[in-house]
């Protein structure tokens, strides 16, 4: 019976922790058993913490070398051949421009030996030794007015080779060494023509530009083929879902169908109607209102569409979860006796119908899924991780970015963020140092010709968050303590992408190097300067107090092996040596107060 009472007896620190109060056999605790467990416990949790840490730091870090490596490898491998550099797409084609293909069209008026501008042909006409010279106005760069007494003197100034152009004027030249004439002016008394010309050409170099820049603008907008309606039955609805962007600039709802190569919205005003094919669709999420005042269907395409006037990646269509019909300040609707029990009620209403929304849209989203699967396109719904989420600022405002399975994406306010993962070649971290409470991140994509996107203002408590998920997404991450400036990077890489690789690639964002020696061994010189001066202090304290002592001992042994005294006359002497020395002391120390009151 003895063995199987052991048996059954508890071990004393499971005793401890399931009843910390009970009384043992003779019938007193022992807080002290428990307190040492829950101690040693601690201990060990803190250092298995650590270890956990650590272990995730080296994985970290041991993945990060061999993305590195990679993108290294297929760097090299892809710029090889010289595609894209400087022989490559950048290069920018020489457009011919041809106003009048014979004489007979130049305009009335210019036999008068006067400038004349043709706004419909987009040419100013100038008079050169007597004869109507066309120019375009794409050739002109700026036009100048200057008063002379009783003239007027107008210069035009024509693109050239050579000249310091902005950001806007690229134009490419068809032989850059041939002669170009920089500019022309002309004088005239007739003050109100000239100044009618030169607003004239100062417009139509607006229109031009503006309608260049609207050209380049549209370049990637694509137009979507015709969507096939499903016929026999009726298409599966979404009703009462609002779009964003809106079509017309108004809130207008309406119902988002499901037909046989993609989607269309049918709104219930004037407004236009909504086609997404499924060919054009290149992320589908689903956000569920979770903390939200919205639950969405959110759309990013391949290529941008035109909505009204302006052309969008992104479509968007939610509901409110809110019930709009109840006044919150009003309280038209609010019984004149309100109560707990009639704010529980409505609390478990909202929680009802923010469900029964979720549902409902995550059904549609899955169905949307299905047909585009049925017609063989790779589309699967992605939702937001709520928890890896973290504050940032991709445009202007801080927003809250969270984390899907192939993007990081803000859904619940526009301007949306889509960034897909696949397409990202490297993530640098900018302002990482001890002290600052945020941090920055660029993502810098495959396609160098993109501009890379910044996230700034990223509180620094997310930090090792936002390491961690982009190293389990095999994203490449790099860090520095300031900001770079990338528009110069990215030039730098576009000229010349096989000599950037060749040269080392993205290693010089991650430190690297000769950098990293050179902190390296200037952080020893100091820290060995410290030491030296704190052993230098400490010796030169250390001597101030041993050497009297030292001294003063070595002359009492003298004087007492000289005069051969006994053991009871030594420890009289000594006892009053030591009197004398405390004496000495207080003094000293009451002196070191009186100079301490004294600087006072």
């Known amino acids: 019976m003895s063995s199987v009472k052991e048996e059954t007896k508890p071990k004393i620190h499971e005793l401890s ?20 467990t829950v101690g040693s416990e601690s ?33 090299l491998k892809k710029w090889a051949h010289g595609d894209g ?3 490559g797409d950048l290069e920018k084609k020489v457009k011919r421009y041809e106003s009048y293909r014979r004489e007979e069209q130049l305009p009335r008026g210019v036999e008068e030996r006067r400038i004349y501008v043709d706004e419909a042909r987009q040419t100013v006409v100038l008079p050169i030794y007597g004869y109507a010279v066309p120019f375009h106005i794409s050739t002109i760069k700026n036009v100048a007015k200057t008063e002379e007494a009783d003239h ?45 010309v030169y607003e004239a050409i100062t417009g139509l170099k607006k229109m031009a530009t503006k309608k260049e820049a609207e050209r380049k603008e549209m370049a990637d907008v694509i137009e979507q083929e015709k969507l096939i ?51 054009n669709i290149k992320h589908l999420f689903f956000q569920p209102s979770e903390k939200e005042l919205i639950v969405l269907i959110h759309v990013h395409l391949k290529s941008p569409i035109m909505l009204g006037k302006k052309k969008t990646s992104d479509v968007q269509f939610y509901r409110e979860v809110t019930d709009a019909g109840f006044d919150e300040t009003g309280g038209k609707k609010r019984r004149a006796r309100y109560g707990d029990e009639d704010e529980i009620e ?67 306010e526009f301007p949306f963020t889509v960034i897909t993962l ?13 002290g600052l409470k945020n941090f920055d991140m660029v993502f810098v994509f495959n396609d160098f010709k993109k501009p890379p996107v910044h996230i700034n203002t990223i509180p620094v408590v997310h930090l090792d968050n936002v390491k961690e998920w982009l190293d389990s997404c095999d994203v490449p991450i790099s860090e520095g303590p300031v900001n770079l400036s990338w528009p110069q990077i990215m030039k730098t890489l ?66 007492d092996e000289s005069e051969g005294e006994d053991w009871d006359e030594l420890e009289r002497k000594a006892k009053r040596a030591d009197e004398k020395r405390g004496e000495r002391g207080g003094d000293s120390d009451d002196d070191g107060r009186k100079k301490k009151g004294g600087r006072r």
């Open 43 to 75: 201990k060990t949790r803190g250092r298995q913490t650590g270890a956990v840490e650590q272990t995730t730091a080296d994985k970290i870090k041991q993945n990060q070398d061999r993305l590195h490596a990679q993108r290294q490898a297929d760097g």
């Open 422 to 434: 696949s397409e990202v070649e490297i993530v640098h971290l900018e302002r990482v140092s001890f």
């Open 494 to 559: 576009n000229e010349d992408p096989y000599l950037f690789y060749e040269e080392g690639g993205w290693s010089f964002l991650t430190g690297t190097g000769e950098e990293s020696e050179s902190s390296e061994s200037s952080g020893s010189v100091f820290s060995g300067s410290e030491d030296s001066v704190e052993s230098s202090a400490s010796d030169e304290s250390g001597s101030d107090f041993g050497d009297d002592d030292d001294s003063e001992a070595s002359g009492s042994l003298d004087e």
């Open 346 to 412: 409505q609390e478990q209403e909202d929680r009802k119908r923010r469900k029964e929304l979720d549902k409902l849209f995550h059904d549609f989203a899955r169905r949307i899924e299905s047909a585009a699967q049925a017609q063989q396109y790779e589309l699967e719904v992605d939702m937001p991780f709520r928890e890896l989420s973290f504050s940032g600022v991709p445009f202007r405002s801080n927003v809250l970015l969270m984390p899907t399975t192939n993007c990081l994406v803000h859904l619940s």
């Open 17 to 36: 922790k399931s009843r910390p109060h009970e009384s043992t056999s003779n019938g007193k605790p022992k807080p002290a058993v428990k307190a040492r």
């Open 229 to 279: 309606e499903i016929k026999g039955r009726h298409p599966y609805v979404l009703k009462q879902v609002f779009p964003r962007p809106a079509t017309e600039g108004k809130k207008t709802d309406g119902n988002l169908e499901i037909h046989h190569n993609g989607l269309r919205f049918r709104p219930d005003g004037p407004a236009s109607k909504i086609d997404l094919l499924f060919s």
């Open 85 to 87: 550099g400087k022989d």
């Open 152 to 196: 007027i003197v107008l210069r035009v100034n024509f693109q050239s080779p050579g000249q310091i152009a902005g950001k806007k004027e690229d134009m490419p030249f068809e032989d850059p060494d041939a002669t170009f004439i920089r500019s022309a002016s002309f004088r005239s008394p007739d003050q109100r023509h000239m100044l009618k």
